[in-house]
């Protein structure tokens, strides 16, 4: 899987790709990614990138030509470009199961109020939001979207540890617990240390449904 993503600050996206288990996946070549700046092909001589909107009102809008110059360079009309926006359709685990799938994609990091329409017109395939809130930077809603495919590819963690994750079915996962067996007096349940996974296995099963019939009872709803 390739990442190409454009941004105005490059360092908060090195970051992420430099740490961790995807450093591990770049290390090992399963994941392969380039960084754009935009303000790399902005044309001027004082590099702006970003200006006032047509028709008025607050804040600056990521102007379109640098943006196209980027996309163009890497050919972006013949990827799955995603723009990450509040005013896209919601991100769930089936749309980042389906971009796992692809082999390159391209990222689109927003700022201010946004980017000029006509290149959500002209390149984007995918408008996705990662929740009903507002954040500041498409930084964070890209490396959200991309932590989201990255360890689904192949090779990436074990299959095991994706198995019964949060949203694989309608269930939340059940809770874990790790060494020591009480901490400040509070203890381990006792089904986790007896060792019969018959037994274990059903109680995880209730916690689960416990864990979602409290904190998402929608995802119970069919
Ligand atoms: N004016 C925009 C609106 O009201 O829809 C919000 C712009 S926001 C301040 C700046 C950038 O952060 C957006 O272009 C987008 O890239 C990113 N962003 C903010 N909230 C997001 C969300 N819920 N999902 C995805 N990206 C988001």
Not at 13 to 41: C, H, P, Q, T, W
Request: charged residues 30%; aromatic residues 10%; hydrophobic residues 35%.
């Amino acid at each position: 899987m390739k990442f190409k993503i454009l941004t105005l600050f490059p360092e908060i996206i090195e970051g992420f790709f430099s740490s961790s288990i995807m450093a591990k996946a770049v290390e090992r070549g399963l994941i392969e990614y380039e960084i754009l700046n935009i303000r790399d092909y902005a044309l001027d001589k004082h590099k702006k990138c970003d200006d006032y909107p047509f028709g008025g009102g607050a804040g600056m809008v990521l102007k379109a030509e640098p943006l196209a110059l980027a996309l163009d360079s890497i050919k972006a009309k013949d990827k799955t470009v995603i723009f990450p926006t509040p005013s896209g359709v919601k991100y769930t685990q089936q749309l980042a199961e389906q971009f796992s799938k692809e082999s390159e994609i391209v990222l689109v990091c927003g700022r201010y109020e946004g980017i000029d329409q006509r290149v959500i017109d002209e390149y984007v395939d995918h408008e996705v939001s990662i929740g009903d809130y507002v954040i500041s930077s498409g930084e964070i809603s890209s490396l959200v979207v991309i932590d989201s495919i990255y360890r689904l590819c192949d090779g990436v963690i074990t299959k095991e540890s994706l198995e019964e994750e949060s949203f694989q079915g309608k269930y939340l996962e059940y809770p874990h617990y790790t060494r020591p067996a009480e901490f400040r007096g509070l203890k381990v349940p006792d089904v986790l240390l007896s060792g019969n996974h018959r037994v274990i296995e059903e109680w995880r099963c209730k916690k689960r449904y416990e864990k979602t019939l409290n904190n998402r009872p929608d995802l119970l709803k069919d």
